[in-house]
């Protein structure tokens, strides 16, 4: 299992893979997060992602402009499966890949909506 984070791109901005590395993965602008998100709806502190064994969870740390996992928001702590849809603020969005899905979860040359709706379907 090679667990990354997805940042889809469009036009010249190229689709980019975060790897999720450690048991603690810390998202916000501060200068000592594991990655770094320069919009200024992100809080300092924005959200942590757990990696314990097979279980990957993401809680957000009170942030002002809140953290959402496939359109809900996250109030406490949720379990994030391959797929999944994160999005910090109004802007920052990142898809989940666990290494669990054969082919992986995100292919750039198909647009975000189309691989969002072949997701949910193969979910169901």
């Not at 590395?21 to 919009?39: K, M, T």
């Not at 899905?101 to 709706?117: C, E």
């Amino acid at each position: 299992m090679s667990p990354k984070l997805i940042e889809p791109g469009s036009g010249a901005n190229r689709t980019r893979e975060i790897p999720l590395v450690g048991e603690q993965f810390l998202i916000g602008r501060g200068a000592d997060c594991d990655l770094r998100v320069h919009e200024e709806d992100i809080s300092r502190h924005h959200c942590l992602i757990h990696l314990r064994g097979p279980e990957v969870t993401l809680s957000d740390l009170g942030s002002s402009n809140g953290t959402s996992v496939n359109g809900q928001r996250v109030l406490s702590q949720v379990k994030l499966k391959s797929g999944d849809e994160i999005m910090l603020g109004a802007k920052s969005r990142y898809i989940v890949d666990l290494g669990d899905v054969p082919g992986g979860v995100w292919q750039s040359d198909v647009d975000s909506l189309a691989i969002t709706r072949k997701l949910d379907k193969r979910q169901k």
